[in-house]
């Protein structure tokens, strides 16, 4: 390993030398990956060589020290050693190497330390400018960084409006408010005619929150470039923010239908589609996608515009069609896996699903073939795919304990569910919705003490919260004779959602428990008449029964067990009283 190393450092600085590269394999591991600069090949020559010879003992210590250490993932390390190499070779290369693992390292001095260096050269690529731009907005220099802006303007053959909107770019995301800010205005002052300058200022100010200055610097764009699309599309971004939705859809309905960039169309037919206009943005995405053959986004819009409107079958028909050309394979396989489950044909479903790359719509992807399989009886299918994915994502770990427990309980594997959400509450003890799930499954196992408990460690977190209140409440008028404690819960629950079919049922019951079977009726009544479900059935059949309304209570359940007929608190009523 040391002997391939010292190869690699030699030939490295023989040859490697002579250019100043954007060869991402600069960075040890895998940090080229998360490195956010934009990507040109225009290398630049630098005339000196360091050759072998020249290598003194400490320089090459520093550099095989900087190579192990990122061998090793230790960024750290690996940064302090380029650095050092950097500031003793004063080699363009190494320096490049060693500003880009420091600022990887988020050590912003020691980054500035090396592209000082770098920048000794003065004939280095647009990749090395954007570089240096990025370390010196984070560092705060707003000298050097307008002095690099100068450079990436000078050497740039795009449209100096779209070159502003570019380096606008980099200062948004690199930059403080205080250090974009003052950079803007350096840049409006240098090119006060340039619709870009203005369009940049605007995207920054409105991601620092300042929406009115925002506002004002779009309106100046879209004054100076008439004809540039861009330009409404984020006047119309800083309305909407503004919460002037009307004014918004009017801009770009207006500027759609004037200049009939795609751009504008497509972005009217997204925030028609937001306020839920959905009939209208179907009809602008069938437009765009009628006469842009070539403008798959179109298509892609319309196929969710189309599920918006449950109209599944042209829906699926663009899917299948986007999925078929590999436009979009990955998300257009999730939108048919939504489809084909919707429509219970999970076989067509699963194969969807399983064809969505690890992305945005992974997880819920898998989470989805999980609940077919469990659906399709293979609970411990379901719960295998569920027990990968809190591995692979152990930070939305608690998503995946949560619905593993439902699953489990709506098989009524009810102990196994409390013995893995109790696993789930050691690891996160203080996750509110762990603890109420497992209150619901120790109550389904009898351990009221443990529901109790987890209940009232919920509520000392949330005082106010309505669902807790509600079953702690209900678990004391169904379990225990604590009906006094459980009223004082249940009349707080109810004082918060007053008309809320749970809580009432809740109430109801309670009344029932103490024998108040006219209270208990005129609450269940209530609650039925807002959720017609099988709990809230079961409950009314059975006050009803007592009170000798038999045909009544019968009628009730048997309507009820139309809709839900695995309802298991119908089906125990009717075990017990028919």
């Known amino acids: 390993m040391y002997l391939r190393l010292l190869l690699v450092v030699v030939v490295m600085l023989s040859f490697g030398c002579a250019h100043v590269s954007n060869d991402k394999a600069v960075l040890p591991n895998d940090m080229a990956k998360s490195q956010q600069l934009d990507e040109q090949k225009n290398d630049v020559t630098v005339d000196e060589k360091i050759e072998p010879s020249q290598l003194d003992s400490a320089l090459l210590y520093s550099l095989l020290g900087g190579e192990i250490a990122g061998q090793r993932g230790k960024v750290e390390m690996a940064s302090a050693f380029y650095v050092d190499a950097a500031e003793r070779s004063r ?20 980054a500035k330390s090396a592209i000082d260096i770098l920048l000794e050269d003065g004939r280095l690529s647009a990749q ?63 090119y006060p005619e340039e619709s870009g300058v203005y369009l940049a ?25 008439p004809l540039w699309a861009t330009g409404y599309v984020q006047l119309a971004l800083v309305l909407e923010n503004k919460g002037d939705s009307e004014q918004a859809l009017a801009t770009l309905k207006e500027s759609s239908e004037r200049l009939q960039a795609k751009q504008l169309v497509m972005g009217y037919g997204q925030l028609l589609a937001k306020h839920e206009h959905y009939l209208e943005a179907k009809e602008q995405f069938l437009n765009l996608a009628t006469s842009e053959k070539d403008y798959p986004e179109a298509r892609f819009a319309l196929g969710l515009v189309y599920l918006k409107l449950n109209d599944a079958k042209n829906s699926k028909e663009v899917f299948e069609n986007l999925h078929k050309e590999g436009r979009f394979p990955s998300k257009a396989a999730f939108y048919l896996g939504r489809i084909n489950y919707h429509q219970k044909e999970y076989k067509e479903a699963l194969k969807w699903f399983s064809e969505v790359d690890r ?55 009810n102990k196994e569910a409390y013995l893995l959400l109790t696993k789930a509450v050691e690891e996160s003890p203080a996750d509110l919705a762990l603890r109420y799930t497992r209150s619901i499954a120790a109550t389904e196992v009898d351990d009221i003490a443990m529901a109790e408990k987890d209940l009232l460690h919920v509520l000392q977190a949330t005082p106010k919260d309505a669902n807790a209140l509600n079953a702690l409440g209900y678990t004391l008028a169904s379990k225990t004779f604590r009906f006094k404690e459980a009223r004082q819960y249940l009349t707080e629950a109810l004082s918060l959602r007053p008309n809320d079919s749970a809580i009432l049922d809740s109430m109801g019951w309670l009344n029932y428990r103490e024998g108040k079977y006219e209270k ?11 959720t017609p479900g099988g709990e809230i059935a079961a409950h009314l059949g059975e006050v009803l029964w007592v009170l000798g309304r038999q045909k009544e209570a019968k009628v009730v359940w048997e309507q009820a067990l139309k809709r839900d007929a695995d309802n298991r608190y119908l089906i125990e009523v009717l075990l017990r009283l028919k």
């Open 201 to 225: 200022h605007s995207q920054i100010m409105a991601h620092v929150g300042e929406l009115e200055s925002a506002l004002n610097s779009a309106r100046k764009a879209v004054e100076i470039g």
């Open 359 to 413: 992305g945005v719509n992974y997880v819920e992807s898998q989470a989805n073939m999980a609940m077919i399989k469990s659906e399709t009886n293979d609970l411990q299918g379901a719960r295998s795919i569920l027990q990968t994915l809190r591995l692979d994502s152990p930070k939305s770990a608690t998503r995946f304990y949560l619905l593993e427990a439902e699953l489990l309980m709506n098989g009524q594997h």
């Open 128 to 190: 090395a400018y954007r570089l240096a731009l990025t370390i010196y907005l984070r560092s705060g220099d707003v000298p050097k960084s307008l002095a690099q802006i100068d450079y990436l303007l000078e050497e740039t053959s795009i449209p100096k409006r779209n070159a502003l909107l570019s380096v606008g770019d980099i200062v948004r995301r690199n930059a403080s408010k205080a250090v974009a800010v003052e950079v803007m205005e350096h840049l409006i002052v240098d």
């Open 520 to 530: 208990a009726l005129i609450l269940l009544e209530k609650a039925y008449d807002i």
């Open 91 to 110: 080699d363009p290369q190494i320096a490049l190497r060693a500003a880009q693992i420091a600022l990887y390292n988020k050590d912003i001095v020691a």
